[in-house]
């Protein structure tokens, strides 16, 4: 291991920047990145209101099971990604929320 002292949950957090850099800078938000989104707020209640609807729709009662089973779930949900209503649908993709942070950070 190269970093032994970095836990799985400071990857997701560092993929979760990632993740709202990409969408800022790009205007994009897609699915994959989406699902990851959803999956790190359904895994995190602290996040608050971000992406808690689809994160409590697409990932109910999640926070409280083992790390495994939580990745299970969420390896699970890509599978049937493409019969899920609610992330591919157009109108749930965050890029009209980011154009006024964006214009805020210029």
Same mark, same amino acid.
């Given at each position: 291991?190269?970093?032994?002292? +970095?836990?799985? @949950?400071?990857c997701?957090s560092?993929?979760?920047?990632?993740? +709202?850099?990409y969408?800022?800078? /790009?205007?994009r938000?897609?699915?994959? +990145?989406?699902?990851? *989104?959803?999956? !790190?707020?359904?895994?995190?209640?602290?996040?608050?209101?971000? !992406?808690r609807?689809?994160?409590?729709?697409i990932?109910?009662?999640? *926070?409280g099971?083992?790390?495994?089973?939580? %990745?299970?779930?969420a390896? /699970?949900?890509?599978? @049937?990604?493409? %019969?899920? @209503?609610?992330?591919?649908?157009?109108?749930?993709?965050?890029?009209?929320?980011?154009? %006024?942070?964006?214009?805020?950070?210029?």
């Amino acid at each position: 291991m190269v970093l032994p002292d +970095i836990t799985e @949950e400071d990857c997701d957090s560092a993929l979760m920047f990632a993740c +709202i850099d990409y969408m800022m800078a /790009s205007g994009r938000t897609p699915y994959i +990145i989406r699902m990851f *989104v959803a999956w !790190y707020a359904a895994i995190n209640p602290k996040t608050g209101a971000f !992406y808690r609807l689809e994160a409590e729709i697409i990932f109910p009662n999640i *926070v409280g099971l083992p790390r495994k089973d939580q %990745k299970a779930v969420a390896r /699970s949900v890509a599978r @049937e990604w493409g %019969k899920l @209503e609610i992330m591919p649908h157009p109108t749930n993709d965050l890029t009209d929320n980011w154009t %006024k942070l964006r214009n805020a950070l210029r």
